[in-house]
């Protein structure tokens, strides 16, 4: 009878460990997704952003940036089988909005340009910057179209 009894009671010890485990697990959840753990979400939201903007967007990718001081320069390249004309793109934070110099730019097919911003604040180093885009763009049969994209261009600032 006492080795049964030790039995039961081993038995419900794994079973109190498991459930704590199980309980931990979800917490850890929950915090992550509060925003606990707000330097993971960034780095994957950035890491999101980035993938949309070389994979995703169209037809205009961006696929790569560097943010100094307060010069923002983006590297875009058409996606398109045709040659597009690049009339104005901005980048807007909150109520600031910063505008591409170098425009109007015509890309071939496959074409890439750097396009440089002068924003208003120098950045700090290792922070993390979010904007919306927004192009107007012709190509050779159609005019003034007008993109923005489904995700926010979030990019880190170099020093």
Request: charged letters at 20%; proline letters at 0%.
């Given at each position: 009878m006492c080795g049964v009894g030790l039995m039961l009671r081993a038995q419900s010890s794994t079973e109190y460990i498991i459930v704590l485990g199980v309980v931990l697990v979800l917490l850890l959840?929950?915090?992550?997704?509060?925003?606990?753990?707000?330097?993971?979400?960034?780095?994957?939201?950035?890491?999101?952003?980035?993938s949309y903007w070389a994979n995703a967007a169209s037809p205009f990718s961006i696929i790569d940036w560097k943010f100094t001081g307060a010069a923002l320069s983006v590297v875009m390249q058409n996606k398109a089988p045709a040659p597009l004309a690049l009339s104005s793109f901005t980048l807007t934070a909150g109520n600031l909005t910063y505008l591409a110099s170098g425009l109007p730019y015509t890309f071939p097919s496959g074409g890439r340009t750097t396009l440089s911003f002068a924003v208003s604040d120098a950045c700090q180093a290792?922070?993390?910057?979010?904007?919306?885009?927004a192009l107007n763009y012709s190509t050779d049969s159609v005019t003034s179209i007008s993109w923005a994209g489904s995700k926010p261009l979030i990019v880190r600032c170099s020093g």
């Open positions: 959840i929950t915090l992550s997704l509060m925003g606990f753990f707000s330097g993971f979400t960034t780095d994957t939201r950035a890491g999101e952003s980035a290792d922070n993390y910057y979010e904007y919306d885009a």
